[in-house]
């Protein structure tokens, strides 16, 4: 089994900053891929940021120049650094990862549960 667990979620202003962490855990031979989607009520999953296990990180128009992805290969976990957030970054945030469980013949996706962040003063 292949578990993605993320923390970091909560209540900021519009202005703060957070920062979300999620770690990947199981028989997983390979990550492709690792990244953020989130989900507003009454909206459809977006895609946040996605970072390849090269470094080459992608961004949504909307988080270019507030958010940050990085990701620590060796433990197989993946973070957002969250600025200047603003109400309309409120949403459910899911972990996401495009990985190879070990003796596989090929690559899934994978979702955590979701962190709740709430902008709001």
């Known amino acids: 089994q292949v578990r993605l667990v993320e923390s970091g979620g909560g209540l900021v202003q519009p202005g703060g900053s957070l920062r979300l962490s999620c770690a990947a855990s199981?028989?997983?031979?390979?990550?492709?891929?690792m990244g953020w989607y989130r989900q507003a009520p009454g909206k459809e999953r977006e895609l946040v940021a996605t970072i390849s296990r090269g470094g080459i990180a992608n961004y949504a128009d909307s988080v270019t120049g507030r958010f940050t992805i990085s990701g620590d290969n060796a433990n197989n976990m993946v973070y957002l650094s969250m600025n200047t957030l603003k109400p309309e970054d409120t949403a459910i945030y899911y972990c996401?990862?495009?990985?190879?469980?070990?003796?596989?013949?090929?690559?899934?996706?994978?979702w955590g549960q979701g962190t709740q962040v709430t902008v709001s003063s």
């Open positions: 199981g028989i997983i031979d390979n990550i492709n891929t």
């Open positions: 996401y990862a495009y990985l190879r469980r070990t003796y596989a013949s090929r690559y899934d996706n994978y």
